[in-house]
């Protein structure tokens, strides 16, 4: 299989399971906030990730859609792009913490939040909740809360040159 093959296999398991295990989807996240947004998360690694930690560079891209805003039509979409260096093993990839993202909206506005994250691992799958207020920009002051389910990794998948990219299902609520 090629790994397009496996990463679109994988995210349609990661759906399908994040739906059984009942993971909040846009139509019922949060009672329907001001903004719902569906998409996708996608991370690259290189070097790929192995047992061992050690300086990885990150890219990590949320394409959020579809959005509808009840207060803003125009944003039918969203997207986050973040690049970095750090230091991650398959052990060590999903942490709980904090900290803060921008979301480029489809209007050419950017919202900017601060979050807290916490990790819950279900059936194989690694359910990461982001929720936080919107510091700056368009939905200033609002909650946010962002959930996204990707496939923990499979420790076999960790040697050799180890996991190169995840992908999975993400739903934002800001309301």
């Known amino acids: 299989m090629t790994r397009n093959r496996i990463a679109a296999s994988l995210s349609a398991t990661a759906l399908a399971v994040g739906v059984l295990c009942g993971v909040t989807t846009p139509a019922n996240a949060v009672g329907g906030g001001d903004v719902n947004c569906g998409g996708t998360q996608i991370t690259t690694y290189n070097p790929g990730l192995t047992l061992t930690e050690r300086p990885v560079h ?31 093993s398959c052990l060590t990839l999903a942490a709980p913490g904090t900290g803060t993202r921008e979301i480029e909206w489809s209007t050419g506005q950017k919202s900017e939040y601060s979050y ?8 194989g799958q690694t359910v990461r909740t982001e929720t936080g207020t919107v510091t700056s920009g368009l939905f200033k002051d609002s909650t946010v809360i962002q959930v996204t389910t990707l496939v923990t990794p499979n420790i076999l998948d960790c040697l050799g040159s180890g996991v190169t990219s995840e992908s999975g299902p993400i739903t934002l609520t800001i309301a």
């Not at 579809?66 to 944003?75: A, F």
């Not at 807290?116 to 059936?123: L, M, Y």
């Open 58 to 88: 990150v890219h990590l891209t949320r394409h959020f859609a579809p959005c509808i805003s009840l207060s803003n039509p125009q944003v039918t979409f969203g997207v986050t792009e973040e690049r970095r260096v750090t230091t991650l």
């Open 116 to 123: 807290t994250r916490t990790i819950t691992n279900v059936g």
